[in-house]
Nanobody, 120 residues
Framework: QVPLVESGGGLVQPGGSLRLSCAASRNIYDVMGWYRQAPGKERELVADINTGGNTNYAPSVAGRFTISRDNAKNTVYLQMNSLKPEDTAVYYC????????????????WGQGTLVTVSS
């Protein structure tokens, strides 16, 4: 069974919106989030959220993207508004447990990636 299953990517015009979803097949992860990788660039954190609802955003998406999670469904969402061509990338779902009291990640999992293309 695939640990993380993503959906929601596609082609959208500049200024448009998309919503990505990522469902975890099992476990409740301490942190779930989204990374992206554009052609020729390194993978970067877009946003993440912990089980308590605390969020973290990259400056380039703050105010335009909103991350949320449904712990009962083991699912994380990324609502992307006011999309720009520079948001074009493969978006990867990420999830991990954290060793209590430390920043150490364990049981980290990645989704297969979903392509978001912002173009007119």
């Amino acid at each position: 069974q695939v640990p993380l299953v993503e959906s929601g990517g596609g082609l959208v015009q500049p200024g448009g919106s998309l919503r990505l979803s990522c469902a975890a097949s099992r476990n409740i992860y301490d942190v779930m989030g989204w990374y992206r990788q554009a052609p020729g660039k390194e993978r970067e954190l877009v946003a993440d959220i912990n089980t308590g609802g605390n969020t973290n955003y990259a400056p380039s998406v703050a105010g335009r993207f909103t991350i949320s999670r449904d712990n009962a469904k083991n699912t994380v969402y990324l609502q992307m508004n006011s999309l720009k061509p520079e948001d074009t990338a493969v978006y990867y779902c990420n999830a991990y447990q954290r060793v209590p009291g430390t920043p150490i990640k364990t049981y980290e999992r990645w989704g297969q990636g979903t392509l978001v293309t912002v173009s007119s």
